[in-house]
């Protein structure tokens, strides 16, 4: 098996037990989800160091600069936000919900670049922007409310991507500083919630305990593997790869979850996908152009810094998904 095969299957893993996650934090939707969270960064902390000991990786951490530790320290409130608003939008049945920020995202980054960054944007990207943003109307008319939820859900991560572009550590060890950056206000809201008859420590039986002490194998085993893949697969394929997370989301909550989807919000997520097609056609295109008219080299993760992609799932050389 040639590396590329083992990135696509690396890539292809990592992806759906993104998606599929979705799964286990219904398992533990009788729990708060603030709670969860703060339990989640706790135990990836402990697994992280762990790694990053093991890996010998804690000069990178600890020699960043005072901008660099800044961003890390961001970047980890960023990606708090992202959970927390994942994981509450899974506990309270808004799953399709979850699929509509993470289908949106790639979008949004799209347009972060233009805004923050002056790039410029093909009659392509336009067409897809406009396209998402007419589905965020549709669906939020069809609601009866702004889909606050996904809203939340794509701006943290497409901020988060923004800010890693800056950070100069691998995947793991930028999880690692995010992480422990927010470790003690997760203890703070964990040690909170203790007293409370309804918190984890108080009402989950056994098998509940053992998946909130997963949480933390949870996080890192996808984030290995998107590592693994970032550095053999082109980035035209591991782009379009990202969507099947939300597609998975979308599929649980209405096939298996059964919220309800109306008309009105199905066209909206028609709208969506129509966007996805139009943005990923012209990137498969775009890079081929550049292929032509540049000589060919290997894909890395340096160069893949400028690709959205998802992460927990993101750009390289950080990603943290669901």
């Known amino acids: 098996m040639n590396s590329r095969t083992s990135g696509i299957i690396a890539a292809v893993s990592a992806f759906t037990l993104w998606g599929l996650l979705t799964i286990y934090w219904k398992a533990?939707?009788?729990f708060n989800a603030f709670e969860l969270v703060s339990q989640r960064i706790v135990w990836s902390s402990i697994v992280l160091a762990i790694v990053i000991t093991a890996t010998r990786s804690w000069r990178a951490l600890t020699s960043l600069s005072a901008a660099d530790k800044r961003r890390v320290a961001l970047a980890g409130l960023l990606i708090t936000i992202n959970w927390t608003s994942y994981v509450y939008a899974v506990v309270h049945d808004r799953v399709?919900?979850?699929a509509l920020g993470y289908f949106m995202s790639p979008i949004a980054l799209v347009a972060i670049g233009v805004i923050v960054?002056?790039?410029?944007?093909?009659?392509?990207?336009?067409a897809a922007i406009a396209l998402a943003i007419a589905a965020v109307v549709v669906i939020s008319v069809s609601y009866g409310r702004f889909p606050v939820f996904a809203f939340l859900i794509m701006a943290s991560w497409s901020a988060y991507a923004l800010l890693k572009r800056r950070?100069?550590?691998?995947?793991?060890?930028?999880?690692?500083?995010?992480?422990m950056a927010m470790?003690?206000?997760a203890i703070v809201v964990a040690g909170v919630m203790w007293g409370h008859h309804d918190?984890?420590?108080h009402s989950a039986d056994g098998w509940h305990l053992v998946l909130v002490a997963l949480t933390g194998i949870v996080t890192v085993i996808p984030l290995t593997l998107f590592a693994v893949a970032a550095k053999h697969v082109p980035f035209t394929l591991l782009g379009p790869l990202q969507y099947i997370v939300p597609s998975i989301n979308f599929l649980l909550g209405v096939l298996v979850y059964h919220e309800k989807l109306a008309g009105a919000q199905f066209a909206g997520f028609m709208l969506v996908w129509v966007g996805l097609v139009i943005f990923t056609i012209d990137?498969?295109?775009?890079?081929?152009?550049?292929?032509?008219?540049?000589?060919?080299?290997?894909?890395?993760?340096?160069?893949?810094?400028d690709t959205p992609v998802f992460g927990e799932p993101t750009p390289a050389p950080a990603t943290a998904q669901p």
Do not use: C, Y
């Not at 950070?167 to 992480?179: D, H, I, R, Y």
């Not at 498969?284 to 810094?305: G, N, Y």
């Open 167 to 179: 950070v100069p550590l691998s995947p793991t060890q930028s999880l690692a500083g995010e992480t």
């Open 117 to 126: 960054l002056g790039e410029k944007l093909r009659r392509a990207q336009i």
């Open 96 to 98: 399709v919900e979850t």
């Open 283 to 305: 990137n498969v295109r775009s890079a081929r152009q550049r292929a032509a008219a540049e000589p060919a080299s290997a894909p890395t993760a340096d160069r893949l810094i």
């Open 183 to 185: 470790v003690i206000p």
């Open 28 to 30: 533990l939707e009788h």
């Open 199 to 201: 918190s984890i420590p």
